[in-house]
T-cell receptor, first 111, second 111 residues
Framework: DADVTQTPRNRITKTGKRIMLECSQTKGHDRMYWYRQDPGLGLRLIYYSFDVKDINKGEISDGYSVSRQAQAKFSLSLESAIPNQTALYFC??????????FGPGTRLTVT | RKEVEQDPGPFNVPEGATVAFNCTYSNSASQSFFWYRQDCRKEPKLLMSVYSSGNEDGRFTAQLNRASQYISLLIRDSKLSDSATYLCVVSTDGGFNKFYFGSGTKLNVKP
């Protein structure tokens, strides 16, 4: 089984809908991250969390919220999806300096 | 200005060739540096960390030039399996919390 899993893997939704992307990990890491990847822009950090009581905004948090339900679970929500949130979303964990373990990604399309 | 800049490529090289990628970063306070590899439509995976003195891992050599704020990756004896996008990643806090990703350099190794 994969160490970092994301659900759903693909999602098409309409403008204005609320959507939640979920991430689970079995690596026992405290640090978890949400990124989005757009062509030509690389991965950009949305939110990160050191533990269940610590949530921090990344460089592009507007329009997103997160919930750290447990050490192993970190969810990303789009309260009212808009087309420019169409992207590939990655969850990642980190147990030490430098190395991040990524989930397989969620491809989100907002029409 | 982007935190991390890379030539997007693609670099098209024959098997057995030596190829080098560069990456520049804008924050002189950056402390930790990494190269990740990302296959098409897959998650990024750590290739190697970049140390001040330079480091080598098999056919891969990474170098850091702090004065000029650039990082390089050299691949010798390219294999077909090296075809991927190579992401330059910089951390300003020792690699613990926040990572800045370049948009990647695409490598195509041809038979």
């Amino acid at each position: 089984d994969a160490d970092v899993t994301q659900t759903p893997r693909n999602r098409i939704t309409k403008t204005g809908k609320r959507i939640m992307l979920e991430c689970s990990q079995t690596k026992g890491h405290d640090r978890m991250y949400w990124y989005r990847q757009d062509p030509g822009l690389g991965l950009r950090l949305i939110y990160y969390s050191f533990d269940v009581k610590d949530i921090n905004k990344g460089e592009i948090s507007d329009g997103y919220s997160v919930s750290r339900q447990a050490q192993a679970k970190f969810s990303l929500s789009l309260e009212s999806a808009i087309p420019n949130q169409t992207a590939l979303y990655f969850c990642a964990t980190s147990g030490g300096p430098g190395e991040q373990y990524f989930g397989p990604g969620t491809r989100l399309t907002v029409t | 200005r982007k935190e991390v800049e890379q030539d997007p490529g693609p670099f098209n090289v024959p098997e057995g060739a030596t190829v080098a990628f560069n990456c520049t970063y804008s924050n002189s306070a950056s402390q930790s540096f990494f190269w990740y590899r990302q296959d098409c439509r897959k998650e990024p995976k750590l290739l190697m960390s970049v140390y001040s003195s330079g480091n080598e891992d098999g056919r891969f050599t990474a170098q850091l030039n702090r004065a000029s704020q650039y990082i390089s990756l050299l691949i010798r004896d390219s294999k077909l399996s090296d075809s991927a996008t190579y992401l330059c990643v910089v951390s300003t806090d020792g690699g613990f919390n926040k990572f800045y990703f370049g948009s990647g350099t695409k490598l195509n190794v041809k038979p």
